[in-house]
């Protein structure tokens, strides 16, 4: 008793400390340097470029500040089918790794807990991936589905696929290249949560009538939220930005080009850097968006 | 065979039966119970009582349904139902972990069995509930938000809503502090004989189990050792584990020198010690008596003998603790183990101290013989840890008590 008052005086100690120390702001600083540094200063710089304006008679890609804000309108009304595909594919990517990970996670964190060992191995398999090159990873899905590979064959064999055409180059091809790139994005925060659920809980949701899919929908899944939420942002907010799966070079074609390919397409290609910063700045105000309407939806603000 | 259980849909009208015939659970490399026979009527408060690992929790996670007996029938109301899952038995557990669900509100966590089972006014129910156990004005909260004897009440208030047939209690007061116990202790007693439900409480705490059980049943190595009444229990215990577990016991073990029609005589280390027949459980060979410290009178002179009067001594008294109420003395005796007296403090001047000579005697028909050796070791088994539920429910207190100082 004397102990655990002790240790609670303690805590108490530790947070009026923690409110008045200056040390905690110099401590701060570095992390702080760090944002301004490289958050705020390239946030500002993008913003700036979003309105620059073409200097007349210049060279191509020679651009000088202005207040051009007609850049807006004007990728918005070239690329707004690109920026809505972009979300819809990182929708349903986020969609399926959730459907797969979901699974594999219950799987790891529950059913293997008895077995420390398989446990281990088994997470060990869902990080291995990222000890390959992601280029490579998508360029191998490439081969896969190639015209003369092996699924393309299968899909031709039972007319799935009719002849002459390519399983690369279509929306399924950029999905699944997004789902299988950010499954162990889902797949670890979901692992993270379920691994230290109180098992007893699902037996006392077990011993108050509740048959095994209920126990699941009313205990499981909500104590399971914060991994899914996680998971879920984890996966939506880098697949919508992602040019590599939709880059035709990889998985994709003009047909599935998404915001970041553009994005990449304006920088790079066509040198029209106002543009790209625009498009950049859409981009991050939707997910932005999307983000907080998705946490608050949730209402899982006191899980998080 | 799941049409032959009672259906979780209908409230139990009262208790209903409780029977265990010949239930035993083996797990990978040992096992936990052995051939149990139990039989507990409809409305009774039922006490198993055992030590760590004595097969007394997994007695009771067999009759929720959350584990599978290797071999054997549980019976409720008549009813097997061995092979019907948790959710479709008419039994609700009050866990020792109390297990209230952390993303729900107090009043979501009562009324949750209520809606799994469709009933229409399972608010209203769920605030009766509440009520019942003085917690409906915290209903709109988190359980992390209450105390630890504030998430007991709650964790009882959810089982006893459903009105199961069978209530079990797995160690439920465990993460409580004494004063909250003894209220908690009152609280079940008073809402056992307001619902008529039948209870079964599982705890490894002896006088727990003694206050508010009607039956007792004291449970080691997966089988139940005795049980009974708890006076029953303690003025006649039948085993050498019994006699140490349930309270102390002083036990001498020695051959049967004489008989009559009423008592026995057993030679204890060269002192006589009469044990009447109908208190012993065997009345010839080599038998083990006892009596419990209280029973015991000291003195500083030598006692005269007398008929019905059991004498030994004189011995040395090697420990003395005061404790208000009464005072424990150890007292080394040549030839036998060391010998617990508790004496009533009724009187300043009979305080012994420690170096003293004293002799010791009790009446005779306070003696108890047991039906096995008393091999046990004298005190050991009485404070034996349960090492998982106890240590679980002393870091829940800890950190109960520490949430509870913050706010």
């Known amino acids: ?304 | 065979m799941s049409n032959s259980a009672v259906s979780p849909r209908e409230f139990a009208e009262a208790g209903a039966d409780l029977e265990l015939v010949g239930i035993t659970k083996r797990f990978p490399g040992f096992t936990a119970i052995d051939d149990l026979d139990l039989t507990i009527p409809a409305g009774s408060f039922f006490a198993l009582l055992g030590p760590s690992g004595c097969g007394k929790t997994t007695t009771l996670r067999l009759i929720a349904g959350l584990e599978e007996p290797t071999d054997g029938r549980i019976l409720i109301g008549g009813k097997d139902v061995t092979d019907t899952k948790a959710y479709q038995r008419p039994v609700n557990t009050v866990f020792q972990s109390y297990a209230l669900f952390p993303h729900m509100t107090i009043i979501e966590n009562v009324a949750f069995g209520l809606k799994r089972r469709g009933v229409k006014d399972a608010q209203k129910l769920a605030h009766a509930a509440l009520q019942l156990v003085e917690l409906d004005h915290v209903s709109s909260r988190r359980p992390s938000q209450l105390s630890g004897g504030q998430q007991q009440r709650v964790a009882l208030a959810r089982a006893v809503v459903n009105r199961p047939a069978l209530l079990l209690l797995d160690e439920p007061l465990g993460a409580l502090d004494l004063k909250l116990r003894r209220q908690m202790q009152v609280e079940l007693k008073d809402i056992q004989s307001e619902v008529g439900l039948t209870f079964l409480h599982v705890t490894h705490d002896q006088e727990e189990a003694m206050t508010m059980a009607d039956t007792v049943a004291v449970m080691n190595k997966g089988k139940i050792e005795q049980m009974g009444a708890p006076q029953e229990l303690y003025e006649l215990p039948r085993t050498a584990f019994v006699a140490t577990f349930l309270g102390q016991s002083n036990l001498f073990t020695g051959e049967v020198v004489s008989s009559n029609a009423e008592s026995v005589t057993v030679d204890s280390q060269g002192a006589p010690i009469v044990v009447p027949k109908d208190r012993a459980a065997r009345h010839s060979g080599t038998i083990t008596v006892g009596v419990r410290p209280e029973k015991v009178t000291l003195s500083t002179g030598a006692v005269a003998e007398s008929a019905g009067t059991n004498i030994l001594g004189p011995g040395r008294i090697t420990d003395v603790s005061f404790s208000g109420v009464s005072t424990q003395y150890e007292i080394a005796l040549p030839g036998h183990s060391t010998i617990t007296v508790f004496e009533q403090n009724t009187s300043i001047s009979r305080m012994h101290r420690d170096g003293d000579e004293v002799w010791l005697s009790w009446s005779a028909e306070h003696t108890f013989g047991l039906a096995d050796e008393g091999d046990v070791e004298h005190d050991a088994p009485r404070f034996v840890d349960d090492t998982p539920t106890t240590s679980i429910a002393t870091r829940r207190r800890a950190q109960l008590k520490a949430e509870l100082e913050e706010g």
């Not at chain 1, 899919?213 to 009313?218: G, H, P």
């Not at chain 1, 205990?219 to 399971?224: E, I, K, M």
């Not at chain 1, 390919?261 to 304006?266: L, M, R």
């Open chain 1, 1 to 304: 008793m004397a102990f655990t008052a002790f240790s609670a005086a303690e805590q108490k100690v530790d947070e009026s400390a923690r409110k008045r120390s200056p040390i905690a702001l110099f401590l701060l600083l570095p992390g702080v340097l760090f944002l301004v540094l490289f958050f705020v200063t390239p946030l500002i710089s993008l913003v700036l470029t979003s309105l620059q304006e073409p200097v007349p008679g210049g060279f191509f890609g020679e651009y000088r500040q202005a207040l051009n804000w007609q850049n807006y309108v004007f990728v918005l009304e070239t690329y707004g089918v690109q920026a809505a595909r972009a979300f819809g594919y990182a929708a349903l990517a986020s969609l399926f790794a959730l459907l797969i990970g979901f699974p594999l996670a219950y799987f790891i964190g529950i059913t293997l807990r008895r077995f420390p060992l398989l446990q281990a191995l088994a997470l060990v398999l869902v990080i291995a991936p990222f000890f390959i090159s992601f280029l490579l990873r998508t360029l191998a899905w490439k081969q896969i589905f190639a015209i003369e590979g092996p699924v393309a064959g299968l899909a031709n064999a039972i007319g799935l696929l009719g002849p002459g055409e390519s399983i690369t180059g279509t929306a399924f091809s950029v999905v699944f290249g997004l789902t299988y790139n950010f499954i162990p994005f889902m797949t670890l925060p979901i692992y993270a949560t379920l691994e230290r659920l109180d098992l007893r809980l699902v037996e006392a949701g077990g011993d108050l009538y509740a048959n095994p899919a209920t126990v699941f929908r009313t205990v499981t899944l909500p104590l399971a939220a914060p991994g899914v939420i996680s998971g879920t942002l984890l996966t939506f907010i880098p697949a919508s930005g992602d040019y590599i799966n939709a880059s035709r070079d990889f998985l994709g074609s003009t047909e599935t080009a998404m915001i970041g390919t553009v994005i990449e397409a304006n920088f790079l290609v066509l040198q029209n850097y106002p543009a790209a910063a625009a498009l950049s700045i859409v981009l991050m105000a939707v997910i932005l968006v999307l983000v907080a309407i998705y946490v608050k939806r949730s209402g899982t603000e006191d899980l998080l």
